[in-house]
């Protein structure tokens, strides 16, 4: 555990300079070209036979973290035979491929750009590709809730849950969840198509991110203070409106974000045309601005690096420990 920290700090450092190149190959793609085979040669009748959906989507979700993490170790194992160092460093390179921090930070800044140069019909398109919601028809305060909320969200499942996992196990681990959050993100709606064969993939999700978002909270609340926040109606708003989110996750970061910036998150959503309505998070305080999109960036930008500072000195006392 000691070296996988001190890997995991390393990556988690290399995905803020490099991020995801489009020309080094990224081993999420790989994963995701795997399961919309899947989906389309086992997922053909949806709704028609619910328990036999239900076993094919567990059939899936065991395979695939299986794989991914056994691939990963058996890797790893055949460069280590060769080069430690050149397994580090393939070590390091797998793990910051779990990571999203920089693709995230760019992403909202993005919109913020977007809303603020070029317009809101451009805003509407950029904010399109990090949520699953319709977005044709969005209003401004509505662009910047919904990447607001993205951004707090995938605090935990794109930052802090895979860097817990990879200080916990290194890459395999990192990527077996890694392998977990691809599939919820592509089978885990509760929708007509997904709702038996996503199960399996949706709950996995939730219990591998249970512990990082709650990890997460003490985190974000101590970036909320750095940051100049309310670091006390945070606080009381993650407190009370968390568990009002759908997920038993997501909430935390967001009614903490939503009480830093002393806005009201959730509301009426829309998923091809299917209006969804979430219960409101946070009071309204402040009405949202763009500004509150570089507001949340530069909060989860202070999450991270405690995060990162945590993992290096969480590696470097256990190695002091160890070798003491």
Excluded at 77 to 105: H, M, Q, Y
Excluded at 185 to 213: C, E, H, Q, T
Excluded at 269 to 297: K, Q, W
């Amino acid at each position: 555990m000691v070296k996988t920290c001190l890997l995991t700090a390393t990556a988690i450092i290399v995905d803020a300079i490099v991020g995801d190149p489009r020309w080094l190959p990224h081993p999420v793609v790989v994963i995701g070209k795997w399961i919309d085979w899947a989906d389309r040669a086992w997922n053909r009748s949806p709704g028609t036979r619910p328990r036999r959906e239900r076993w094919l989507g567990i059939w899936l979700t065991m395979a695939t973290v299986v794989a991914v993490t056994t691939l990963t170790w058996f890797l790893l194992f055949l460069i280590r035979k060769w080069s430690l160092l050149a397994a580090d460093i393939a070590e390091v390179w797998l793990i910051s491929t779990t990571i999203a921090w920089k693709g995230l930070i760019q992403a909202g800044r993005d919109v913020y750009q977007k809303l603020t140069i070029r317009g809101l019909e451009e805003a509407r398109v950029s904010v399109s590709w990090i949520v699953g919601r319709d977005t044709d028809q969005l209003s401004e305060p509505e662009v910047v809730r919904a990447t607001v909320e993205t951004l707090a969200e995938n605090l935990v499942d794109a930052i802090v849950a895979p860097a817990l996992f990879g200080c916990l196990g290194g890459a395999p681990l990192a990527m077996a969840f890694r392998a977990v959050n691809t599939l919820d993100s592509m089978v885990g709606y509760k929708n007509d198509r997904y709702l038996y064969f996503g199960w399996a993939s949706a709950r996995l999700d939730d219990a591998l991110n249970y512990i990082p978002a709650r990890v997460t909270a003490p985190i974000l609340w101590a970036a909320v203070w750095l940051n100049g926040g309310d670091a006390g109606r945070a606080w009381r708003t993650m407190r009370r409106d968390a568990r009002k989110h759908p997920s038993p996750n997501s909430g935390i970061p967001e009614a903490m974000i939503a009480g830093a910036l002393g806005v009201q998150l959730g509301g009426q959503n829309s998923y091809g045309g299917v209006v969804s309505i979430r219960s409101p998070m946070g009071d309204v305080t402040l009405s949202l601005e763009p500004t509150d999109i570089v507001r949340t960036a530069s909060m989860v930008n202070v999450a991270v690096l405690i995060l990162l500072g945590m993992a290096a000195s969480g590696g470097l006392l256990l190695w002091l420990s160890v070798s003491g």
